[in-house]
């Protein structure tokens, strides 16, 4: 099984500022793909095959990486960022996985 | 416009099957590369992907839950269900249904449309 690491597991951010979250993953993977969720609501595709935004998500997200180590990166923070995010896999076996997710504050 | 919505019984005591139903509608799982998922969420955890089922009837668990879970589809009624067996309180959680598709350029899939999820909770 492919095990995803989430770092930071919470991190607070000001306005403006420039967050990155990481996610590695325990053997190479084709695509990482990314999920927003705020409390109480599902989670929500945000960022797919590594690097594609989903429709409606902000152009100040990015996504990148390759074989074990991928990021989500927001070039300027906004009060709307603040949400859990989770990395996910897919590979031929067990099939997906999850990341432990990362906690985007507002400072 | 796809759009997703799980339903199920709520409370169930330990040792009970747990049977869930997500309705669907925007897509028809007899249609070529299309799936749906399972995936869980106990409160305040994260996300655990159950199982999964395909237009051409393929299913996957996942092996952690072994032969506790089983998926299938009514495609004519745009449905989907799974069961857990044998429940217990590890089993309390949120069960969401993802619309379920693959990557364009390689083998690859991820969960673009989620329900709003229902809660389950395991007690006696």
């Known amino acids: 099984e492919i095990v995803l690491t989430q770092s930071p597991t919470t991190i607070a951010a000001s306005p403006g500022e420039k967050v990155t979250i990481t996610c590695r993953a325990s053997s190479s993977v084709s695509y990482m793909y990314w999920y927003q969720q705020k409390s109480g609501a599902s989670p929500k595709l945000w960022i797919y095959?590594?690097?594609k935004l989903a429709s409606g998500v902000p152009n100040r997200f990015s996504g990148s990486g390759s074989g074990t180590s991928y990021s989500l990166t927001i070039n300027t923070m906004e009060t709307e960022d603040a949400a859990t995010y989770y990395c996910?896999?897919?590979?031929?076996?067990?099939?997906?996985?999850f990341g432990g997710g990362t906690k985007l504050e507002l400072k | 416009q796809v759009t997703l919505k799980e339903s199920g019984p709520g409370i169930l005591q330990p040792s009970h099957t747990l049977s869930l139903t997500c309705s669907f509608s925007?897509?028809?799982?007899?249609?070529?590369?299309?799936?749906v998922s399972w995936i869980r969420q106990p409160s305040g955890k994260g996300l655990e992907w159950l199982a999964s089922?395909?237009?051409?009837?393929?299913?996957y668990n996942n092996p952690s839950l072994k032969s506790r879970l089983t998926v299938s589809k009514d495609t004519s009624n745009n449905q989907a269900f799974l069961k857990v067996t044998s429940v217990d309180t590890a089993d309390t959680a949120t069960y969401y249904c993802?619309?379920?598709?693959?990557?364009?350029?390689?083998?690859?899939?991820?969960?673009?449309?989620w329900g709003q999820g229902v809660m389950v909770t395991v007690s006696s």
């Open positions: 925007g897509f028809s799982l007899s249609t070529y590369g299309m799936g």
């Open positions: 095959d590594t690097s």
């Open positions: 089922i395909w237009w051409n009837g393929n299913t």
């Open positions: 993802a619309h379920t598709r693959s990557s364009t350029t390689r083998p690859s899939y991820y969960f673009d449309y």
């Open positions: 996910q896999q897919w590979s031929s076996t067990p099939k997906w996985t």
